[in-house]
């Protein structure tokens, strides 16, 4: 059964959001039409979406934003609706807020197309964002407004079938740095070796000298245990490699080390196999094709997955980048320094390019916790941080989504700086069967 949808005009901003809310999420076919003697005489399941209602029918006021077409500040005032923060506020239609509108600033993150401040490596700050300042960052909003949308339109008709949404988990490990002391080169274990020396880190010293000549394993060779969890838990895993020429931010292993490749391709036996794309990739995007070509020699097979090192995204300039060089999914929509929604969903959303105002086929995966966020940024405990992680949970189960967190296989190195962190992780995974069972 189709939905009729009213609208004055055309637009490619409005296509897009009712496209997300009707088609994938809620799982209707929709037909838009701007000839009100066409909707009025429609006897099926019909909204108007426009500044006016007609007489009885399914009315939701609309808001300017998705009928223009360039970028401009955006007068946004807050309320709250059913205990979930709303903007873009109206006093006529259904719900006191224009649900499309709001989704639509929060998807194509619209704030980070204006003037803003950045952090010391260039990114977009969370504090600067509005979910942060409104205390909503924790709340998959979008997804809330997308169920009051469905409220509306089961009142009204009763009869319409939705698509069943299920809470579901997908496990992603970031492999900035494959190993702590092996395969480094001469120079750069050299080089780490008299640093030990200097700064008195004799700890540091005695495990690189056991790991590189003794054969002690390298403390940053988690990969058996993430795979022991991966395969325990028959979990969908992703693995996303940084095989990018070393730099001030891309300090991994060479992708030309044989012990470095033989792993890569071990693990792509089991899991998925993602790019990492460099930093240097931001200033150079041509490094990205380069990167994307050595990652698919080594493991004999397309890459169409991405994560940003460093989370770094400049709108839209990285998007585009990663679209010319045939990528198709990536997972770097979220804040390094906190956990929860940076574009405000949990559901995964097709990446629209508001400066040329156009829709694309990038499938955006948004991820809500990192470990580094919860540790290195927010000073967390671990008990402290298996509670955060535990809300984020429970608030993407309110609203049957996608949880994504993102690991380090270092950070499986229970010693030092990650001391007392052995449980987080398992008992993350573990909180998440024992919920779903």
């Known amino acids: 059964m189709d939905l009729l949808i ?32 066409v909707f009025n005489q429609t006897q099926s399941p019909k909204i108007n979406y426009s500044k006016k209602a007609f007489s009885d029918e399914l009315f939701f006021y609309a808001s ?19 205990d979930i923060k709303i903007f873009f506020l109206c006093n006529k239609g259904v719900l006191p807020f224009d649900p499309f509108a709001a989704s639509f600033y929060m998807l194509t993150r619209y704030e980070e197309y204006m003037p803003h401040a950045k952090d010391k490596i260039g990114r977009f700050r969370v504090e600067d964002s509005i979910a942060f300042k409104e205390s909503f960052i924790k709340v998959p909003v979008v997804d809330h407004w997308i169920l009051f949308i469905k409220e509306k339109l089961l009142n009204h008709f009763p009869n319409l079938s ?29 080089g780490g070796a008299v640093i030990d020396i200097v700064r008195l880190n004799f700890n540091n010293f005695l495990n690189r000298i056991k790991s590189l000549f003794l054969h002690i394993k390298d403390p940053y060779d988690t990969y058996d245990e993430l795979l022991r969890i991966h395969n325990q838990y028959q979990l969908k895993t992703i693995f996303f490699f940084l095989v990018a020429n070393y730099g001030v931010y891309d300090k991994n292993i060479s992708p030309f080390k044989d012990k470095f490749r033989k792993k890569i391709q071990d693990i792509s036996t089991h899991c998925d196999i993602g790019i990492h794309a460099s930093f240097s990739s931001i200033k150079y995007p041509g490094n990205l094709f380069i990167e994307i070509k050595r990652l698919e020699e080594i493991i004999g097979g397309n890459i169409l997955m991405n994560r940003q090192h460093f989370l770094y995204l400049n709108m839209p300039s990285n998007y585009r980048n990663l679209i010319k060089n045939g990528i198709k999914y990536d ?3 979220g804040f390094p320094s906190h956990p929860g929604f940076r574009a405000g969903t949990s559901y995964n959303f097709y990446f629209f390019d508001l400066t040329s105002n156009s829709t694309s086929d990038l499938l955006l995966h948004p991820f809500s916790v990192m470990d580094v966020s919860l540790k290195n940024y927010l000073n967390l405990t671990p008990t402290q941080s298996l509670d955060w992680v535990k809300e984020v949970i429970q608030n993407i189960k309110n609203v049957n989504g996608t949880f994504i967190s993102i690991w380090h296989n270092e950070t499986l190195y229970y010693e030092y700086s990650w001391k007392k962190w052995d449980s987080v992780y398992e008992d993350m995974i573990k909180f998440i069967v024992n919920e779903t069972n």
Do not use: C, P, W
Not at 10 to 20: A, N, P
């Open 331 to 333: 997972y770097s929509m």
């Open 64 to 82: 300017d934003i998705l009928f223009e077409k360039d970028i401009k500040h955006q007068n946004i005032t807050f309320s709250v609706y059913n």
């Open 6 to 37: 009213y609208s004055e005009t055309k637009s490619i901003r409005l296509s897009y959001i009712f496209h997300h809310v009707f088609n994938r999420v809620l799982g209707l076919d929709i037909k838009i039409t701007h000839d009100t003697d």
């Open 162 to 190: 939705f698509k069943k949404q299920t809470f579901t988990f997908i496990n992603t490990i970031d492999i900035d740095n494959a190993y702590a002391y092996l395969e480094k080169g001469f120079f750069r274990t050299l």
